[in-house]
C-alpha cells in the first residue's frame, strides 16, 4: 500500500526560541554601542532612535501555521507578546501578523491597529514632504525616517519595481500618503521638500523596458522640478554610480 506524502506547513508556528530572546546591539567601528541615528546640526534635528528603526526593519511579521483555534489563541496570548518586545525591545505591539491555515491552503492576515511613534512637530517645523519612488528599497527607508521625525509623506510609485509592503506598516497613519502614480505623467500637490527618486536602479529591470526607463528619467524628473518651482519647495535627486562610467570591478566601493 503506497502512501502520498504528507506536506508539511511551510511556515514554522513560532519564531525559533533563540530569535525571541536575541538581544540586538548595533557597534560603530570604536566598539561604542549606536543608540540614535541621524545628527542635530543647523538647527536641524534629524535623531532617530534606533530601536524604533529596528522596530520596523526587523519587525516579527511570523506567519504562524493555525491548525485549529487554539493555536491562533496561543499566538495572541501575553508569552508571545512577552517574548517578541524582548526581539525588539519594546515594540511588540506595533508588529503585524498572518496565520496559515494548512486545511484550506490560505493565509489570513492582521494589519497593524498601532503605528510606531512618531516626534510630535510643531506646525511651524512639520514639512510636507513627496517621495516619488518612495515604494523602492532607497525611497521607503527614507520614508521611515521622515515618518519617524513626524513629517507629513506622501509616497508617489507606480510600482514597477517597488512594492506596497514595504511601506505597508504607514497605511492608515494620519500623516502618511500612498499614491499610486507615474511621474511620467504631472502630479499637483502642495509641498514642502521633494526626494525624487524614482526610477528603476537594477539593470535587469531598466532593460525590460529601456524606453520607459528613459522616459521616467527624463519626463519625471521634468515634471518634479516644475512641481517644486510651482510650490518653492526644496529639490533633492538621487543619483546613481553609472555617472562615473562603466566600473572595472564588481561591486563598487563607496571611494
Known sequence: MSHSPVSSPPFHAHPPAHVLTAQITTLDKNGEEITTVGLDRFGFDSRVAIDALRSLYLRSHYVVSANDINDVKELDSEDIITQHAKFLQGYAAYQ???????????????????????????????KRILVTGGAGFVGSHLVDRLMLLGHEVTVLDNFFTGSKTTVNHWIGHPNFELVRHDVVEPFMIECDQI?????????????????KTIKTSFMGTLNMLGLAKRTKARFLISSTSEVYGDPEVHPQTEE
Open 96 to 126: 503585524s501578523k498572518s496565520i496559515f491555515h494548512p486545511d484550506t491552503q490560505s493565509i489570513s492576515y492582521t494589519t497593524l491597529s498601532r503605528f510606531p511613534p512618531v516626534k510630535l512637530l510643531p506646525p511651524n517645523l512639520r
Open 195 to 211: 526626494y525624487h527618486l524614482a526610477c528603476p536602479a537594477s539593470p535587469p529591470h531598466y532593460q525590460f523596458n529601456a524606453v
